[in-house]
């Protein structure tokens, strides 16, 4: 519940607190209009708890609340006589969210802000948390980072050089993560579709890794200028990943040794056989 940036004045405390109603909606897709009203007046009231107005910039500076103050203030309203006929909704409310919401990673103090991450990196480690959990976390984070750059505006539209291309690197291991948890990997809302569709006018270079090419979209497949294709666990896979650096499938499944791989780029042409090595071999 961190606010994007520094510059939120720019879009107003509504607004995002409206933007991550939609990543909540994304995570849970059947939550329904009324527990939507019902969530969004809940953390409305959970950022007046700690200080933070609408109408007051200067206290959007202070520490957001965490999803727990958002849950507690339900289970308030739930005790609440004057809301009586809202119990139902308020229930509906609580049941969808605890069940992802409830997980402890989203109750800490201790924050890491798109501010930081922006200005000195960060490796985020979400191996030892739940595939669902997983994928809300590395989702909504994305989701911050681009809000966070398109707030900075467009790169110049003739870069003199990659300082000014490019303002951060992406990098996501197992990307099946975000592209095969939720819908179809073509759907136009997942983020990685959305990063490789608009983000490189807003500075974000993506290094994606994955078992197979089906885990990746059409747009995404499109946008890719660079292709490295180590060897397939099975023939099946062999015959999709082929096509993407343009070899016969035995080439792949020929490959020996650790690093082995075909590597193709739209500036080189052809694939080239590569080996990559382990820094310090």
Not at 113 to 138: M, Q
Request: charged residues 25%; hydrophobic residues 40%.
């Amino acid at each position: 519940m961190e606010l994007d940036s520094h510059r939120a004045h720019e879009v107003g405390l509504y607004d995002q607190r409206i933007a991550l109603i939609d990543m909540i909606s994304r995570a849970i897709p059947d939550i329904s209009h009324n527990q939507r009203v019902m969530l969004s007046d809940a953390m409305e009231a959970a950022y007046r708890w700690v200080g933070i107005y609408d109408d007051d910039p200067i206290s959007w500076e202070r520490s957001p609340p965490t999803f727990s103050t958002v849950i507690s203030i339900l289970q308030m309203w739930l005790s609440d006589d004057s809301l009586k006929g809202r119990r139902p909704t308020i229930n509906g409310c609580l049941s969808a969210i605890k069940v992802v919401f409830g997980h402890p990673i989203f109750d800490r103090c201790m924050n890491l802000s798109v501010d930081e991450i922006l200005s000195l990196g960060a490796r985020v480690d979400l191996s030892r948390i739940p595939n669902g959990i997983r994928y809300i976390v590395a989702d909504t984070l994305l989701r911050k980072v681009f809000r966070a750059l398109t707030l900075q505006g467009h790169i110049p539209v003739n870069p003199a050089d990659d300082s000014e291309r490019f303002k951060l690197f992406i990098i996501v291991d197992e990307a099946k993560v975000l592209t095969k948890s939720k819908g179809i990997p073509n759907a136009s809302d997942l983020i990685l579709n959305i990063l490789a569709t608009e983000g490189r006018k807003f500075g974000i270079g993506l290094i994606l890794a994955s078992q197979m090419s089906d885990h990746f979209g059409d747009e995404l497949k499109a946008s890719i200028s660079a292709r490295l294709v180590m060897k397939p666990l099975d023939v099946g896979q062999a015959k999709k990943n082929a096509l993407d650096v343009q070899v016969l499938p035995e080439s792949l499944l020929s490959l020996a040794g650790m690093g082995a791989g075909y590597f193709r780029s739209q500036h080189h042409g052809g694939a080239r056989k590569v080996k990559i090595q382990r820094i310090g071999e």
